[in-house]
Nanobody, 120 residues
Framework: VQLQASGGGLVQAGGSLRLSCAVS????????MGWFRQAPGKERESVAA???????LYTDSAKGLFTISRDNAKNTVYLQMNSLKPEDTAVYYC???????????????WGQGTQVTVSS
């Protein structure tokens, strides 16, 4: 399976972005999908995950601000990010797994990442 993340960019604090992850090679409904991020000098961390049946799961930092969704007909997963802060600046990665959860070790397939920069 191949994953292609897009939608990153430069936004002011308080703004919004919607990231997309296009899944190819296998139908996206086969997988749990997740979003992760990696800020400069930091480890990659989880942000959100969505089950095959569309149940979302969020880290505390994403809860109430970010929304993960999926459109299996389009083989695409989204991350709507609102009220962005400078500390949200990172490369955002989408990933696919067979088991549901936020743990990075669950995810065996990764996209190339898209840069999100939030200016103050």
């Amino acid at each position: 399976v191949q994953l292609q993340a897009s939608g990153g960019g430069l936004v002011q604090a308080g703004g919004s972005l919607r990231l997309s992850c296009a899944v190819s090679g296998r139908t996206s409904s086969t997988y749990v999908m997740g979003w992760f991020r990696q800020a400069p000098g930091k480890e990659r961390e989880s942000v959100a995950a969505i089950s095959k049946s569309h149940n979302p799961l969020y880290t505390d930092s994403a809860k109430g601000l970010f929304t993960i969704s999926r459109d299996n007909a389009k083989n695409t997963v989204y991350l709507q990010m609102n009220s962005l802060k400078p500390e949200d600046t990172a490369v955002y990665y989408c990933a696919a797994a067979l088991s549901f959860g936020l743990e990075r070790a669950l995810y065996g397939y990764w996209g190339q990442g898209t840069q999100v920069t939030v200016s103050s």
